[in-house]
């Protein structure tokens, strides 16, 4: 039963225009929710979603994440009359701490270009890093989306958004060695289409590897926040940061306007250092 329902829910999100990425992220959260309980989703008490998500070894960006799934899922249920009750509604908002950058330096993503890595992994890594592409925009590049006589690149953006950006220098050299009228990331093992985002997640996770790069925090991600915390540094106005990243408010972008850490480095080096003392001076006070 619940394998019908959940592809009933998949073709209402489809029809409501979500990306393909949030429904298959939905999809396996709300299966995760199913597995843990041993229940169907009509049976599925505000009990079992709060211990679903009070669960251990989660992330407050994780539940809050889940939360929504789960209130989705529950609002169709209703809707579709397979549920007289939403116990969402009787759920706690989860407060998430205000994200913080996890960006990798600019040497770091040298040393992954330069570490072994397969000519499609760097034009991920370029696409990330050069255009602040999320993993699913760079696994869902096409060639038609290069325009280069508008020196411009379209990607549809987290919400469904399609953008239209600025082509990179360093992009607009790479996609002339790319597929111009086909996918730049086919799908293998006779699949149609694209990579999965997982596959660019990975082939990122191996380079860093490869690149003897160990901060478990660093992800194909980090590369967007490279993006946006380079932009900072080099004095570009927020509010062009904001449109570059294709966030729809300059708040969102606010996280980039932390200071880096090459700027502290500088900071703290700005104090003139001075001989370190050998001696107390106490004798000379004393006399």
Known sequence: MDGDLLQQFAAVQRAQGLAANTIRNRHSII??????????????????????LGRDGISAGTRRTERAAFAAVFAHLVEEGLRDDDPTLRLAKVRAP???PRPFTREQIDLMLRSGAYRRTRAMILLGYF???????????????????????????????????????????LAATMPADGWWFPARGGREGHVRPGSVTDAVRDAKVRAGITDPRLTAHSLRHSFG????????????????????????????????ADRRREGIHALEGVPLPQRSGRSQIAA
Not at 132 to 145: C, K, N, P
């Open 31 to 52: 299966r995760g929710l199913i597995r843990a309980t041993g229940k169907q989703l009509p049976d599925i008490t505000v009990t079992d979603l709060r211990l679903r």
């Open 98 to 100: 205000r994200g913080t």
């Open 131 to 173: 255009q602040g592409f999320r993993v699913a925009s760079i696994a869902a590049t096409h060639g038609a989306d290069v325009d280069f006589t508008s020196g411009t690149i379209r990607t549809v953006a987290k919400g469904s958004k399609a953008l239209v950006f600025p082509l990179h220098p360093v992009v607009r050299t």
């Open 229 to 260: 915390t380079d932009l900072v540094d080099a004095g570009v106005d927020i509010r062009v940061i904001a449109e570059l990243m294709g966030h729809e408010s300059v708040a969102t972008t606010q996280i980039y306007t932390q200071v880096s």
